[in-house]
């Protein structure tokens, strides 16, 4: 089977993330952490009409009939939080934010309570950049997903020798032996973001980390959670998943001892 990549608009990347049928699963996909500063050079790139990266999507059959087919997220999530955040009015680009008049789905989901816009002295973006932003193309490549372990060995492939995940995320990526799952599980419960394990692209704030100085509206806040609180780690530490480490440290001395 060939797998080619295909031009996706962003106007239909957003009607797929508002259906629901962009997921993540956190065995891939731990949360969101790029900074608002990353947010806003990605949707300068798009308004300058410069190359992105490609987007990678497995396909998912349909949770049950009647709902639509599922794309997982396997490479491309912070971007695609990033892009549709800017249309949601989570920041603002050179003073500017998106203007959802002139995207009747971005305007329902807002009249829907789905997010909160700006106030009206907010400059709203020219009816042509949102144009040309909804409309560029995304280099999407999508494959066959029902089986994880195909996903597994994809992930695992793209990220071995790149920087998107740091070393502790790339050591726990896909299918987990038991003690990396342990490890997984009690990170979580100490952070406070235990949640299903396959969950909706537009859910993953509800489980991602802000800190005072970046706030995202995300449900955790670093400063609050044991780790940072208590001064054993830093707040940026948290995105690059060291609490995960500390934990793998804390159990793999533990062991070693009781022998």
């Known amino acids: ?16 993330y508002r259906d629901g049928s962009l997921i993540v699963n956190r065995q ?12 806003q050079k ?37 971007r695609l939080n990033a892009i549709f955040s800017y249309i949601e009015h989570g920041f603002l680009v050179d003073g500017k934010c998106f203007n959802v008049d002139e995207f009747a789905r971005a305007r329902q989901a807002a009249d829907r309570g789905d997010f909160d816009t700006f106030p009206a002295d907010i400059e709203r973006l020219s009816a042509q950049h949102c144009a040309d932003l909804l409309d560029y193309q995304l280099a999407v490549t999508s494959f066959p997903g029902e089986q994880d372990t195909r996903i597994t060995d994809v992930f695992g492939r793209i990220n071995s020798g790149g ?76 995105r690059d998943s060291d ?3 500390a934990i793998a440290d804390i159990c793999g001395r533990s062991f070693t001892a009781a022998r």
């Open 163 to 238: 920087k998107q995940l740091s070393d502790q995320e790339r050591r726990q990526a896909g299918v987990l032996p038991p003690f990396a799952e342990m490890v997984r599980t009690l990170a979580a419960e100490i952070r406070g973001d235990v949640s299903r394990e396959t969950l909706l692209l537009a859910e993953m704030p509800e489980i991602s980390i802000e800190t005072s100085r970046n706030p995202h509206g995300y449900a955790l806040k670093a400063e609050d959670i044991f780790w940072c609180f208590q001064g054993i780690l830093r707040t940026g530490d948290l």
């Open 1 to 16: 089977m060939t797998v080619s990549p295909q031009g996706i608009s962003i106007q239909s990347l957003y009607r797929s």
């Open 243 to 245: 609490d995960e480490q």
């Open 42 to 78: 990605l949707i300068d790139s798009i308004l300058k009409d410069y190359p992105l990266p490609l987007f990678l999507l497995a396909e998912k059959a349909a949770p049950e009939r009647g709902l639509p087919a599922r794309l997982e997220v396997i490479d491309g999530m912070q």
């Open 28 to 39: 891939y996909r731990r949360k969101l952490v790029w900074t608002v500063a990353e947010k």
